[in-house]
């Protein structure tokens, strides 16, 4: 540790440090406050300052009159929203990459062109990509998208923008659909994600709408043990108008 550093920094170097050494597994209670504070010879406030920060990061959990807790710090992802999958392991303080695995102009089979509202033949982008965080596969992304509304969409540098990049400066997302089940996968997906067939997995379904125009279609497929999908809502006023459903 640096003694320029900030001394509540230090604190928070001292606790990732075990963290990611293992020292101090998932579900392990940090010392509490009064003890950092007096190991390193500063106040409680600076103390809960350090632990407040890896809380907000997501390395500590608070659980009321138990203490602080190292917790399970699976990727996650939004089921309301739609992110962009480097932000977020970025965010993590995480390194983030993808490996291309296929770029192509494809004809819409029965299933496409019903998720996206085509007609039967007609022409799609296609494109799979696993991401990684710290170079393990946390997500495979089957995507399809209709080159009317992203045309430039096959000639993008994925290594420097992500699928949802590319499709957000394009066409703002409006609304966006979320279908998520419990799967296993079949030979070739398990080797992409480096895990075993018999590995539960969570596959989501989603497509997104820019206004009235139906952009894209992915199916992102998830190692269970690496990922997890969290969902919340806030209780909205009584009113007499209900929000409008989504348009297939």
Request: proline share 6%; net charge negative; with cysteine.
């Amino acid at each position: 540790m640096s003694s320029t550093s900030p001394r509540y920094r230090q604190i928070e170097d001292y606790l990732l440090e075990r963290i990611r050494s293992g020292e101090f597994p998932v579900h392990h209670q940090i010392p509490p406050e009064e003890q950092l504070a007096r190991d390193f010879g500063v106040s409680r406030m600076t103390a809960n300052k350090a632990i407040r920060d890896l809380v907000q990061k997501g390395y500590l959990v608070r659980q009321a009159g138990l203490g602080t807790f190292v917790t399970d710090r699976k990727a996650e992802s939004s089921l309301l929203e739609v992110f962009n999958i480097a932000a977020e392991v970025r965010s993590r303080d995480h390194a983030y990459s993808n490996d291309v695995i296929r770029r192509e102009e494809v004809q819409a089979d029965d299933e496409v062109a019903l998720r996206l509202g085509m007609r039967l033949g007609a022409r799609v982008f296609h494109t799979v990509l696993v991401h990684r965080e710290d170079g393990v596969p946390i997500q495979l992304e089957d995507r399809f998208v209709n080159p009317r509304w992203a045309p430039d969409y096959l000639r993008t540098d994925f290594s420097r923008q992500t699928p949802n990049e590319v499709l957000v400066a394009s066409c703002p997302i409006s609304d966006v659909e979320h279908v998520v089940e419990a799967v296993l996968v079949d030979a070739e997906v398990a080797s992409l994600l480096d895990i075993d067939t018999a590995t539960p997995c969570l596959s989501m379904t989603r497509r997104t709408w820019s206004d009235d125009h139906l952009i894209s279609y992915a199916r992102l497929i998830h190692p269970g043990s690496r990922y997890k999908l969290r969902s919340s809502m806030r209780s909205l006023p009584a009113g007499p108008n209900p929000l409008p459903e989504r348009r297939s």
